[in-house]
């Protein structure tokens, strides 16, 4: 039963990303970066790590089984690391090596900041990395 939630949960993730994309990608419209792909990683980001630091607590309220639906299953479909770097490569194409490495590095440190901000607000806290 577990896989069919994360199944469904992934396909829910999947839209969420596709009409999250599109709508920050035509309020952004004509920006060089693709800032509706890293808007969904770093949102997706900072999901994972409330969901990974609600889990991990020791009396977390998020059981095993939700932290898989929510996490693998919700953030896997949300997020996308291969759209993120295919839109690298075009940068790199299309405006040079800069703005390739400039968008790279922003979505890392971005969604880097934000699972981390995530973590701590879940409860983890940082000290436990």
Do not use: H, K
């Not at 949300?78 to 400039?102: H, K, M, N, P």
Request: hydrophobic letters at 55%.
């Amino acid at each position: 039963m577990r896989i069919l939630l994360v199944a469904l949960a992934g396909g829910l993730g999947a839209v969420c990303r596709f009409v999250a994309d599109s709508a920050v990608s035509r309020r952004w419209r004509g920006r060089a970066m693709p800032v509706g792909t890293l808007a969904v990683n770093v949102t997706g980001s900072f999901v994972l790590g409330v969901v990974v630091g609600l889990a991990a607590r020791p009396t977390g309220p998020l059981s095993p089984d939700v932290a898989a639906v929510v996490g693998t299953g919700f953030c896997g479909g949300y997020t996308t690391f291969s759209t993120a770097s295919v839109e690298t490569i075009r940068l790199w194409s299309a405006d040079g090596a800069g703005a390739a490495v400039r968008y790279a590095l922003t979505g890392l440190v971005a969604a880097w900041l934000a699972a981390g901000l995530g973590l701590w607000l879940g409860g983890l806290g940082l000290g436990g990395l």
